[in-house]
């Protein structure tokens, strides 16, 4: 009795102006979404290869360790076609710095030619199945029960003693063999436009992740199914039960998400960025006190001249054409500031972290209070599969943070603060003292420095003076007279992939709760079907 209630809702359904629009606005939407994304993908794909070759090219092209920075480039996340979650608003790259710990990913995500077109391309699957999926099953449940009361024939039935309990489960499979062959087609259609892109190629753990996501949008059609079949047991006729679910899927689908967002911005504030940004400079500036105060402790340098010289913020210096003296000073210098400005970055650390935890704090507010929507809670499952959620992006950073430590252990390791190769390749056999450069670079115009201080102190003229001192041009005064570091035995960082179990881990106790949510409203169903006055 339930298969032939099922097959007669499944034919009346099939026939009806409701299941050929809803077929249709699919047919249109999904694909268009999809197509969509897989353009974006493209880009972050093409921006990710130009700033991961622009970071190799710069990581080999070094001669000195100090200006040694390798820089993370992520890649992006194959079923960011299907749930773009975060993806598409952070950026795709952190540097490695030693004097500060990673916060935040920087870069930019996609190579589009025109920025201003950016809010074009931000159509989302996950987001137009929360809208159509809800939708379609309100719009075949919400008369369901209604509907047969007002022409006649729910009586009918009672009166040939069919079971109530049979009736809704024939209307339930009815409804969802209806709507079911909806879901498999978008997702198969997916399917088909990713089988025919050349740029994505899906491994298995993908494909298990989408077919997980596909389970998870049957899931949250079959909550609305039984919403709608709730609302139709409590009402006396078909327009006022339309009334009531298209109320109820506005609150659930727009109202309660973004009410979740506005009540966590409002009354979860974080940390503010411009009062954590004069923190960390006032802990930089108490950094660079402390260097000076502890170099200024080492001895002075015969002669304090680098015929070439690079230094950045971040500890970089590279030097080339000192004296034995000079190139001394300049490694005791590295010794003492590089320990100093990684014990800074642990400092800074604290004050970074909370300000992090605050952004956690507030989103993770968001989330939860969006969980009292069903779209809510399907985003989340969704963004979760997909790897694109705040999670996936904190986890990424989290492991940029242990490659930062492997990274300067492995200085460490190597002892590489205390020894000369750290600002410069000039082997120390190479080096000379003053008086040695100052016959070398004048040709043996003066023997000793003293001679050219003597000469230079009666010529006025500056540019004269460097004239003389620039008469021979001696090898290894400049970065070009020297190979470029071999680097074989640098850790290198390794992104994980996001995997079907992580995603299912993770999604695992929303999941629950919306199947829990399903079974509570098919019972509230069933109960109210029970008392329903059929006549």
């Not at 809702?9 to 009806?16: G, Q, W």
């Not at 007279?481 to 929303?510: I, T």
Request: some cysteine; hydrophobic content about 45%; aromatic content about 12%.
């Amino acid at each position: 009795m339930v298969f032939h209630i099922a097959k007669k809702e499944f034919l009346n359904n099939l026939l009806s102006a409701r299941f050929l629009i809803g077929f249709l606005l699919c047919l249109v939407l999904i694909p268009f979404s999809i197509l969509i994304n897989v353009d974006d993908y493209r880009d972050q794909m093409s921006q990710s290869k130009i700033d991961r070759d622009a970071a190799e090219k710069e990581m080999t092209e070094v001669r000195v360790f100090s200006t040694l920075r390798p820089m993370v480039v992520f890649s992006a996340e194959p079923l960011g076609v299907f749930g773009k979650g975060l993806s598409g608003q952070v950026g795709n790259q952190v540097g490695i710095r030693l004097g500060s710990k990673p916060l935040l990913a920087e870069g930019k995500t996609a190579a589009r030619d025109n920025p201003f077109l950016a809010s074009f391309f931000s159509v989302d699957f996950v987001d137009i199945a929360a809208i159509i999926f809800s939708l379609l099953a309100l719009l075949f449940s919400y008369d369901a029960l209604t509907r047969e009361k007002e022409d006649g024939t729910l009586r009918l039935q009672m009166a040939n003693s069919l079971g109530r309990a049979k009736l809704l489960a024939g209307k339930v499979v009815g409804i969802l063999m209806t709507l079911l062959p909806v879901v498999v087609f978008c997702f198969l259609l997916g399917a088909i436009i990713v089988l025919a892109s050349r740029d994505l190629v899906y491994s298995a753990g993908e494909w298990s992740r989408l077919i997980l996501l596909a389970l998870v949008s049957l899931a949250y059609l079959v909550f609305f199914v039984f919403l709608g079949l709730f609302v139709s047991s409590k009402s006396r006729g078909s327009v006022s039960s339309l009334v009531v679910c298209l109320f109820l899927w506005v609150v659930l689908i727009f109202i309660v998400p973004n009410l979740a967002s506005t009540f966590a911005e409002s009354f979860v504030p974080i940390q503010s960025r411009d009062n954590l940004d004069s923190v960390i400079a006032d802990m930089d500036k108490g950094l660079d006190e402390r260097i000076q105060a502890a170099t200024d402790k080492l001895p002075p340098s015969d002669w304090n001249m680098n015929w070439w010289m690079f230094g950045g913020s971040d500890g970089e210096r590279e030097t080339y054409g000192c004296t034995a003296s000079h190139f001394e000073r300049n490694r005791r210098e590295m010794a003492l500031s590089e320990p100093l400005r990684l014990d800074n970055a642990d400092r800074k650390w604290a004050p970074q972290k909370a300000y992090l935890d605050s952004l956690s704090r507030q989103a993770r507010v968001a989330e939860d209070l969006a969980l009292f929507s069903p779209a809510g809670i399907f985003r989340a499952v969704a963004t979760s599969v997909c790897g694109t959620d705040r999670r996936a992006q904190e986890k990424r950073l989290e492991d940029v943070r242990r490659y930062r430590e492997t990274f300067v252990s492995w200085l460490k390791g190597k002892n590489l603060f205390e020894k000369y190769e750290y600002i410069t390749p000039t082997l120390p056999s190479a080096f000379k003292t003053r008086d040695q450069l100052v016959a070398a670079r004048t040709g043996g115009r003066f023997k000793t420095q003293a001679e050219y201080d003597a000469w230079a102190d009666k010529e006025p003229d500056f540019r004269k003076r460097w004239q003389v001192l620039s008469t021979v041009t001696l090898p290894g005064d400049s970065p070009e007279d020297y190979p470029f570091l071999k680097l074989g035995d640098m850790p290198r960082f390794l992104e994980r992939p996001v995997s079907a179990a992580d995603s299912m881990a993770a999604s695992l106790p929303r999941l629950g709760l919306l199947l829990f949510e399903c079974i509570f409203l098919f019972a509230l169903a069933y109960v109210a079907f029970i008392r329903y006055d059929v006549r």
